[in-house]
């Protein structure tokens, strides 16, 4: 087997990415002892890889497990419930999230000249050996910072993908009222957030911005927390900043409510997850 397409060589080698300053856009998560979170939200296309440990993820009707070189594919905005597992030897978990960006998206969808394929599930599982080569350009794109190099890998993949029957990946989501919502705080999560900014971003009477929540069951005091614990829950797993950092930057004055509040919505003690 050529060497470059060796499944240990390539497991290093995307593992080498933890280390990588110019990583930008990648996040390499780790834990020291098992933990799960239910209703996660994922916002946009994105892909793990699989370095050490298990994954078990579950999403309406679809539950899957993932080992080392698995490639974890989620081609649409989806809630999962997940549990990380460490390696009973080493002890760690290590995957590589690789969120599939806009521009990447976008170069897939002009390039895509043919019938849609099927839209596919919103979860699954793909060898990462399938797609080594485009995944060492990648690697070594974000290496030497060359970030249009990046882009352009990404959006192979996202074809090769396609290819696969994950078309849902080329169909540009129009997203909900909440989700919109969701995607304003998300940018500003330290602010004073009130639905009179809302309807004046949105173009909405405060009565009409009520309705339409009420009928995606929902109501913005409801979608400012959850939009910022999923910012919580981002940081905690990308960065290694202190818990009470974390709380501060989502709009916690207080860590102990941030504790509270990450806890009852996720079921996860924010501390239990290990890169903070």
């Not at 497990?65 to 080493?90: A, E, K």
Request: hydrophobic share 45%; with cysteine.
């Amino acid at each position: 087997m050529n060497a470059l397409l060796h499944p240990a060589s390539l497991l290093d080698d995307m593992a080498s990415l933890a280390t990588c300053a110019r990583a930008d856009g990648y996040a390499c998560v780790t834990a020291r002892r098992e933990h799960g979170a239910s209703s996660v939200d994922i916002p946009q296309p994105q892909f793990a890889i699989l370095l050490q440990g298990r994954k078990q993820v579950a999403c309406g009707t679809q539950s899957l497990t993932f080992v080392p070189g698995d490639l974890f594919l989620i081609t649409r905005r989806c809630r999962i419930d997940v549990v990380n597992i460490p390696d009973p030897h080493s002890g760690v978990y290590l995957s590589a999230i690789v969120p599939l960006c806009s521009e990447a998206l976008a170069a897939a969808r002009v390039l895509w000249n043919e019938p849609l394929p099927e839209a596919g599930d919103a979860l699954a599982r793909l060898s990462l050996d399938d797609h080594g080569d485009t995944l060492r350009q990648w690697r070594h794109a974000l290496e030497h910072a060359r970030y249009t190099e990046a882009r352009l890998a990404l959006a192979a993949l996202v074809l090769a993908f396609c290819r696969r029957g994950h078309g849902s990946l080329l169909v540009p989501p129009e997203p909900s009222l909440g989700e919109r919502i969701r995607d304003l705080i998300a940018a500003q999560p330290e602010r004073d957030w009130q639905s009179r900014d809302f309807e004046a971003q949105l173009g909405l009477s405060g009565a009409t911005l009520r309705r339409r929540l009420a009928n995606e069951q929902a109501s913005v005091r409801e979608l400012i927390a959850e939009a910022r614990l999923a910012h919580a829950m981002n940081l905690l797993y990308t960065t290694r900043l202190p818990l009470k950092t974390v709380a501060a930057r989502v709009g916690y004055r207080s860590l102990g409510s941030f504790n509270k509040r990450f806890a009852a919505r996720y079921g996860l003690d924010p501390a239990a997850i290990g890169n903070s």
